[in-house]
């Protein structure tokens, strides 16, 4: 059973920076470095969106909101997925819940931008 386990989140004024870890589990290395494998967010009242996503190897794609401000990457021998984010607005601020293969997901991680 693949599980996943999103931390990071957390309180972080505009103009901010934030780290958002996933550890997944239940998934050989191998797997996981094949998978593609995404950050999602959903905000209060609205529906999750895909934020960003990383798909074999490492070729992503961001949401445009995001671009130049998110980056995400993966860490296929500890079988851990990464979201950077600068330069956080109000916006931002959401659950984040990270993805495998569009099947798993985790609990989600509160980041809230916010002075």
């Known amino acids: 059973q693949v599980q996943l386990v999103e931390s990071g989140g957390g309180l972080v004024q505009p103009g901010g920076s934030l780290r958002l870890s996933c550890a997944a589990s239940?998934?050989?290395?191998?797997?996981?470095?094949?998978?593609?494998l995404g950050w999602y967010r959903q905000a209060p009242g609205k529906e999750r969106e895909l934020v960003a996503g990383?798909?074999?190897?490492?070729?992503?794609n961001y949401r445009d909101s995001v671009k130049g401000r998110f980056i995400i990457s993966r860490d296929s021998g500890k079988k851990m997925v990464y979201l950077q984010m600068d330069s956080l607005k109000p916006e931002d601020t959401a659950v984040y819940y990270c993805?495998?293969?569009?099947?798993?997901w985790g609990q989600g991680t509160q980041v809230t931008v916010s002075s």
């Open positions: 239940g998934i050989s290395a191998i797997i996981f470095s094949r998978s593609t």
């Open positions: 990383i798909i074999s190897g490492s070729i992503s």
């Open positions: 993805n495998i293969e569009g099947d798993y």
